[in-house]
């Protein structure tokens, strides 16, 4: 059996910064499911498929050249989309944005579903996104799912984009952000919830070291 700990929550929350942490210590493999979705939002405008053309989107998903490369340290993610590197596109809000209404489609995240589930491979797994404990990996044995209030998230996620050297401003960034979490959270396919068995912990007032600690004594329990 090989282990899985998913990560969900809403955007802004930690997650992949968490994820990326605990996969590094217990050196498992790392999924980032989100930056499958936001690769698949470029292929899109790359080929400018319109989102109702759900041939044409689905076409696309079952040809997808997507490659992860990992840093040693597990720390930083770059993406290739028909070996060209999108790192930084990735992580723009507008990508964001149209991730997110394209993850509305039924059945183009069931076309996604076993891209994602391959990553799934000895020693371990940690699989982040919105959806991993409930759907993805709905048997997994370690399920946390992150929160903390929209202001703080909308001021991490903005310190995460000035880190990758994207401009953008507080109130900007929480309106996304709350629109963003409201879509994902009341859309009809895998909405944005914890899982049943799921830890829920609100990090608000946590450092990512304290989330850490108390993440890490669950898989070693
Ligand atoms: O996590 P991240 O912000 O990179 O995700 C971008 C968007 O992709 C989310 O807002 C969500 O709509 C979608 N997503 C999803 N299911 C996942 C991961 C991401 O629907 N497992």
Known sequence: ??????????????????????????????????????????????????????DGLLRLAGELDLRFELAPNQQSLKVYLDNVEVSTELRTEKTAELASRLAMIGRLRKSLLIKQQKFKRPPGLVADGRDMGTVVFSDAPFKVFLTAGVEERAKRRLK??????????????????????????????????????????????????????????LVKA
């Open 160 to 217: 995460q984009l000035q880190e990758t050297g994207i401009a953008g401003n507080i109130s900007h960034t929480l309106a996304e952000v709350q629109k963003r979490d409201e879509r994902d959270a009341s859309r009809q396919h895998s909405p944005l919830r914890p899982a049943k068995d799921a830890l829920v912990i609100d990090t608000t007032n946590l450092s990512i070291n304290e989330v850490i600690i108390k993440v890490m004594a």
């Open 1 to 54: 059996m090989i282990p899985v700990l998913t990560l969900d929550g809403p955007s802004g929350v930690g997650k992949g910064t968490v994820a990326s942490i605990i996969a590094q210590t217990l050196d498992w493999h790392l999924l980032d499911s989100g930056a499958i979705y936001r690769a698949f939002a470029i292929a899109v405008r790359n080929r400018n498929i319109k989102i109702n053309d759900i």
